[in-house]
């Protein structure tokens, strides 16, 4: 073998090697997928059958101590998946899912131990909210976690505008599967950590943003890398700036966000329009997405939002809320019973 055949066989091999390997991930993936969605399938008619059989009718005073008895006897059968605690909760679990044509949706997007985390919350919309966004927003289950313990749904559904919006959302029972703005952006964003006053400047706003950059990042969601404020970007010798630009690590692409301390305007749609296009032309990488915008402004008219297709295309436009609403949680709540 001459030298010049060392270096092209290992590139060779490399290549292989790459290319293999990425075969053998997506394999994994799929049989992931598949093997959570059999065994949340399992897990509901294991439920449905303890439900019916065991806590119905005259038995239902033993029930309980029947499914400790059913438990120890599948533990030491099959292991602990079939504890006391989670035969209860595939119990629960049938009891607030009770259509099985709701089953290939859900098992599609999340899994058991996500499923688990959202039987303990009680309220139906509340663990509707975290579903639709733990499936959207692909959160792990330290995600959701975290987006519970921090009060997530509490933060904004006390907001006045956006409580009927979100029931609205979850009563359509389908998550999008496109990657994109579908997975990347939701409406509203709840940054009372920022501390800033009622009437505040652009400037003001984006200061506090960076000085709680790591909370920020977390309310916008999970996936999200800062890569640079103030991003210059020169279009017929003119240099305009772009507020933040952020870049999204699961979706690959880039994240334009403007920053706007009033109502949305149609001309904000032109301007994001203008940085996507420089970004896709001068940013993006090889095997990147195509960038995507998001329009952070007080308010927004949903005529407008639907004749400049800010709900559905590349740009998004979404509210942001800075004071502290949980102050009207109790009244927000009462109003949604």
Not at 125 to 137: I, N, P
Not at 151 to 163: C, F, M, N
Not at 293 to 302: E, S, V, Y
Request: contains cysteine.
């Amino acid at each position: 073998m001459s030298e010049e055949d060392g270096p092209r066989t290992e590139a060779v091999e490399n290549a292989l090697f790459s290319d293999i390997s990425e075969l053998i991930e997506r394999t994994r993936q799929r049989v992931s997928v598949t093997v959570n969605t059999e065994l949340v399938v399992l897990y509901w008619h294991i439920g449905k059958r303890v439900r019916e059989d065991v806590l119905g009718g005259e038995r239902a005073a033993y029930g309980q101590e029947i499914i400790r008895r059913l438990a120890a006897r599948l533990t030491r059968e099959y292991g602990r998946g079939y504890s006391w605690r989670n035969l209860f909760r595939m119990v629960q679990f049938a009891g607030l899912y009770p259509d099985p044509e709701i089953l290939p949706t859900l098992s599609a997007k999340l899994g058991w131990s996500h499923i688990a985390e959202l039987l303990l919350l009680n309220d139906t919309d509340e663990r509707e909210f975290y579903a639709a966004h733990a499936a959207r927003e692909r959160w792990s289950v330290r995600t959701l976690r975290e987006r519970i313990a921090s009060q997530l749904y509490v933060r904004t559904i006390t907001d006045d505008d956006s409580a009927d919006q979100i029931i609205a959302a979850n009563s359509e029972s389908q998550v999008p599967d496109e990657a994109g703005p579908n997975t990347v952006f939701r409406d509203p964003y709840v940054l009372d950590f920022l501390g800033l006053p009622s009437k505040h400047t652009e400037s003001q706003l984006e200061t506090a943003i960076l000085d709680e950059i790591q909370r920020f990042l977390l309310e916008l969601g999970v996936g999200f890398a800062f890569v640079e404020r103030q991003k210059r970007m020169t279009v017929d010798n003119r240099d305009f700036r772009l507020d933040l630009l952020l870049y999204h690590i699961t979706e690959r692409c880039y994240v334009a966000v403007e920053l706007k301390t009033r109502p949305l305007d149609p001309g904000d749609y032109g301007q994001m329009l203008l940085y996507l296009r420089w970004l896709d032309a001068h940013q993006r990488h090889p095997g990147d997405l195509a960038p995507v915008g998001l329009i952070l402004c007080t308010d927004k008219g949903a005529e407008q939002v639907k004749l400049l297709g800010l709900d559905s295309g590349e740009i998004r436009a979404a509210r942001y809320l800075t004071r502290d609403v949980r102050e009207k949680l109790p009244a927000r709540l009462e109003a949604m019973r």
